[in-house]
C-alpha cells in the first residue's frame, strides 16, 4: 500500500464566511503505529457546519486550529492496520479523523465500529451520526418532547433539522412545522413529513408566519440558525416551552461581540422558558441504541434521508462553504474513496 | 368599622421608570362579601420589582393593569369579616392583595395563613414570601444547585439575592460571590456569609473581577438584573452551567427591543450551558415545606435578614420607585395599619 496520503489543511483562519483560500492540500507520509492506533482508509467524508468555529477563535467546545492542522470533520472509513484490540483490518468504522485520504486515530476518541450494511454507510455520519444523534438527543434529553406539544425547527431542510422534525412526529408531536428557505427546500420538508413548512425568503413577516402555521404557538423551538431566529420566535413559545440551541450557523461567521442580541428575555421570566445548548458527544454512551431506533425508523420509511453527493478530497472547500450561503439541502457527503 | 378604604390606584402608565405621576391614591367603598370571599385589614405592604411589569403593556406572566386598577404587592392581614370556610376572622395572611388598606380576597388565588409567630410578621411578604421562594426555588428546582458549586448571585444585596447566597452556602456551595452597588450594600452581603462581594460601581471591568473572585469560574448564575449582567457573566460559566432568570430589575423599564441583548450565545453550545426563568407561584404547592426549612434557618441565624421600613400606604409610590434608582437596601416594607 502507499505510504502518503493526502489530507486538507487550515490555510488561513477566515474572518467571515471561509473561501478557498481559507483551506490547502497537502502530502504526508504516514507513520508505523503505535499501540492502540488504528490506520483507516476514508471513503466518506462529510460537511459540517460545526467545523467552522474550529477555524478561527472564539467559543467553542474545542480550541481552534492551528494553521496546517488537518480540517475536522467526521468520516466513515475502512480499517487497513490496527494496533488496537477494539478494531480488526477490514472492520468499517465512523470516527472524527477529518478531510484527509487516511486517518490514524489516536487509540482514544471517537471511532465507532458500523454494526451493519443494511443501510448506506454515509448514514453513519449522517442522520445515524452527529446530525441525526444531535437531533435525537437534542429533542429527547435537552427538549424532553411530549407527544402532543408543538414543534418549530428551523433549517429544517438540512440534515438536523429534518431528522428532528421526523423524529418529533415519530414521537407523537401534534404538529411540526419546518423553517426552511425557498421553494424547493420547503417541498422536501413537507415531503419528509412536517405538518407545514415556512419559507423564511417568501415570508417578509416571518415571525406572524410562523405563528399562522401554529396558531396556537409552540411547546419547542430546536433551532440550528441562531439568534435573530430564536428572538422572532420566543414570542411564539408556549409556557414552558424550551429551546434547544443545536446549531447557530447564521452566527458562525460573525465575530463574537457583533452577533444580532436575544432582546426578548423578559418572555423567559413570563413564560417560564428554558434555553439550553447541546455538544452531542455528552451523549455517546446512548448513541448505539439511539443509532438502532433511528434506524428502524429509516427502514421503515418513518424517517427519510436527504444526501448530497460530491467526489474526492478537491470538492470538500466548496462543499463545506455551501453550508454558509444557503447552498446546502439535506447532508453533504464527499466520496473520497470507493466502498469495500 | 369603617366602610371606606384607601387604595393606590394606576394614574398612568409609566414609558421609563415610574414616577409619583404614575400613581393615584382613591378612597373607595367596601362591598359586602359574596360567598368565599375574606376582607382583609392591611398590616404590611411590600414594594415588588415585579409589580414594574403590569404597569405597561409587554411581556409579563399576568396582563398589564387598566388606570384606576389598584397596583399590584403583596400583604400581611388580618381577617376582618370572613365568608369563607378555609379563613377565621382573626386569621393573619399572607396574600396578593395589592397596595390597599383593606382587600376583598375573592375566594382563589394566594393567600395563605401564617402558621406561627415567632417570626416577623413582615418576613411572610418577604424573606418567607415571593423573595425568599423564588430564592429557594430557583436554586433548588431551576439551577438544581449542588454541594460544591460555584455560585454568583447579582442584585446580591436585594431580598432575593441576600436570600439566595444565604440559601446555597446551606446548600453546601463552594464558593457564593454576590454583586451589589457600593461599600454600604457589599458591607452587608459579606455580612450574610458570601465568600466575596464584587461592587459594579467600582469595578470598571467587572467580569475580570468576577472572575478574581472564583477563579474557577461559576457553576449557577442567579441572576435578578439582565441582559447585560447576564451577557457580561456567560463567559464565566463553567460547563453545564445554568443561568436562572428570577429578575430583570435593569431591563423592566426599558421597552420591548430596545433592551441590550445576550450576544455571547455561543457559549450555550460551547459550555452547554441551560438558562431558565422562573414565576414562583408555580411552585406554591411547595411553600408550606420550604417556609418550614427556610424559617429554621433564619431563627438558626444561618440565613439573616435585612428590611427597609415605611410607614403609610402614601410612602409606597417612592418605596417602589427607588427599586430602580439603586436606593433600595433589602426589602421593602410599608407599614400600613397596626399589628393586632
Redesign the interface.
Given at each position: 500500500m502507499q505510504r502518503t496520503s493526502r489530507r486538507v489543511v487550515l490555510a488561513a483562519p477566515p474572518t467571515g464566511v471561509p473561501t478557498r483560500e481559507t483551506f490547502r492540500i497537502e502530502q504526508v507520509a504516514l507513520p508505523t503505529l503505535s499501540d492502540n492506533q488504528v490506520l483507516t482508509r476514508t471513503l466518506y467524508c462529510s460537511a459540517d457546519p460545526g467545523t467552522r468555529?474550529r477555524l478561527s477563535a472564539?467559543?467553542?467546545?474545542a480550541p481552534p486550529l492551528k494553521v496546517g492542522e488537518t480540517i475536522d470533520g467526521f468520516c466513515v472509513g475502512e480499517v487497513l492496520e490496527s494496533a488496537n484490540p477494539r478494531f480488526a483490518v477490514g472492520d468499517l468504522v465512523a470516527l472524527g479523523g477529518g478531510w484527509a485520504e487516511h486517518v490514524v486515530f489516536p487509540g482514544r476518541g471517537y471511532m465507532q465500529k458500523i454494526p451493519h450494511r443494511r443501510l448506506p454507510l454515509s448514514y453513519w455520519i449522517g442522520v445515524l451520526g452527529v446530525p441525526g444523534m444531535t437531533a435525537w438527543f437534542g429533542l429527547k434529553r435537552v427538549a424532553q418532547l411530549k407527544a402532543g406539544e408543538r414543534v418549530l425547527v428551523t433549517s429544517a431542510a438540512g440534515p438536523v433539522g429534518a431528522t428532528a422534525g421526523q423524529i418529533a412526529k415519530a414521537m407523537g408531536a401534534a404538529r411540526v412545522v419546518g423553517v426552511a428557505g425557498g421553494a424547493e427546500k420547503c417541498a422536501w420538508v413537507a415531503q419528509a413529513g412536517f405538518d407545514a413548512a415556512v419559507d423564511y425568503k417568501a415570508d417578509p413577516n416571518l415571525t406572524a408566519a410562523l405563528l399562522a402555521a401554529s396558531p396556537e404557538g409552540y411547546d419547542v423551538l430546536f433551532d440550528n440558525v441562531?439568534?435573530a431566529m430564536?428572538?422572532g420566535v420566543i414570542?411564539l413559545l408556549r409556557p414552558g416551552g424550551r429551546i434547544v440551541?443545536?446549531?447557530?450557523v447564521a452566527?458562525y461567521n460573525t465575530p463574537?461581540?457583533?452577533?444580532?442580541?436575544?432582546?426578548?428575555?423578559?418572555?423567559?421570566?413570563?413564560?417560564?422558558?428554558?434555553?439550553?445548548?447541546?455538544?452531542v458527544f455528552?451523549d455517546l454512551h446512548g448513541f448505539s441504541a439511539a443509532q438502532e431506533e433511528l434506524g428502524a425508523l429509516i427502514e421503515s420509511g418513518a424517517v427519510k434521508v436527504r444526501e448530497e453527493r460530491f467526489t474526492g478530497l478537491e470538492a470538500m472547500p466548496d462543499a463545506f462553504i455551501g453550508l454558509f450561503t444557503g447552498a446546502a439541502f439535506g447532508r453533504r457527503i464527499i466520496q473520497v474513496g470507493a466502498e469495500p
Open positions: 468555529s472564539g467559543a467553542s467546545y441562531g439568534n430564536i428572538d414570542p440551541v443545536s446549531g447557530q452566527d463574537p461581540g457583533q452577533r444580532p442580541g436575544l432582546t426578548n428575555t423578559a418572555y423567559f421570566i413570563a413564560s417560564r422558558l428554558r434555553m439550553e445548548g447541546l455538544v455528552d
